[in-house]
């Protein structure tokens, strides 16, 4: 985890443009996320974001329901602090933003959710057993049918799947003109400090925890966008 918090300190001020080259669809992505968060207009549900980074989901989320009250959990002090900055200009009342700075594998949730959206960050959970343990606290902590949507960053169900994918990724950040040398850096910052799961595991793990209507709500090869209801 060291590691991780190192990198995300490190990039925090350039994070917003590193990302956009990095991920194919990073817009895409975050707009399918926001798209499942459908609530009675006017209402203030309580969403909260883990491993919220810059704030760009919770950016959106407020432009789309401006009353909504948001809990942004990081672990990487830097990035809230940008993402503070950016949603300063956004809030329309004090104290409509939380700001939480710890390991959400850890943190004790302290109020339940109408809705749980994590992008681009529960691949650094390690185990199969951690990714499990997450999604049952999340569950446990959801409102009767809250949602949960996370973004994400998977395998293929095989390895020729997954080498596909990772050719096409590849290939995404030649065209957004990383030099060789950097994707080379990159690819083994991947290997060494991710750990991502199949697609099909994580649907499959939502159904056993007991989430409803599970599904997949946008992809592009190694880049997905799940979820579920609670009931
Ligand atoms: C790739 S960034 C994604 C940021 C944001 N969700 C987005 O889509 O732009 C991953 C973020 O998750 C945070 N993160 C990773 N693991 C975490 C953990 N266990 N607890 C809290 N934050 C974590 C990192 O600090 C980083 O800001």
């Given at each position: 985890m060291k590691k991780v918090q190192k990198h995300f300190k490190q990039e925090a001020l350039d994070f917003d443009e590193i990302i956009k080259r990095s991920i194919p669809f990073y817009r895409q992505m975050l707009e399918a996320i926001i798209d499942q968060?459908?609530?009675?207009?006017n209402s203030s549900p309580e969403i909260l974001d883990l491993?919220?980074?810059?704030g760009e989901i919770a950016k959106n989320i407020l432009i789309r329901i401006p009353d909504a009250n948001l809990t942004i959990v990081d672990f990487v002090p830097e990035m809230l602090q940008v993402a503070k900055n950016k949603l300063s200009s956004i809030?329309?009342?004090?104290?409509q933003v939380r700001y939480i700075e710890a390991d959400f594998s850890k943190w004790k949730f302290d109020q339940p959710y109408d809705a749980v959206v994590a992008n681009l960050?529960?691949?650094?959970?390690?185990?199969e057993r951690d990714k499990k343990v997450n999604y049952q606290m999340i569950f446990k902590n959801l409102k009767s049918s809250g949602i949960l949507c996370v973004g994400d960053i998977i395998l293929g169900t095989d390895k020729m799947l997954t080498e596909l994918y990772i050719e096409k990724w590849i290939k995404f950040q030649f065209a957004n003109k990383w030099s060789k040398k950097e994707i080379a850096e990159r690819m083994q910052r991947y290997k060494t400090e991710d750990c991502p799961a199949s697609l099909v595991n994580h649907l499959k793990w939502l159904e056993e925890i007991?989430?409803?209507?599970?599904?997949?709500?946008w992809k592009y090869y190694n880049f997905a966008v799940w979820g579920g209801r609670k009931g």
């Open positions: 968060l459908i609530f009675p207009k491993g919220t980074g810059t809030v329309r009342r004090k104290n960050t529960l691949h650094h959970l390690k185990t007991g989430f409803v209507k599970v599904d997949c709500f």
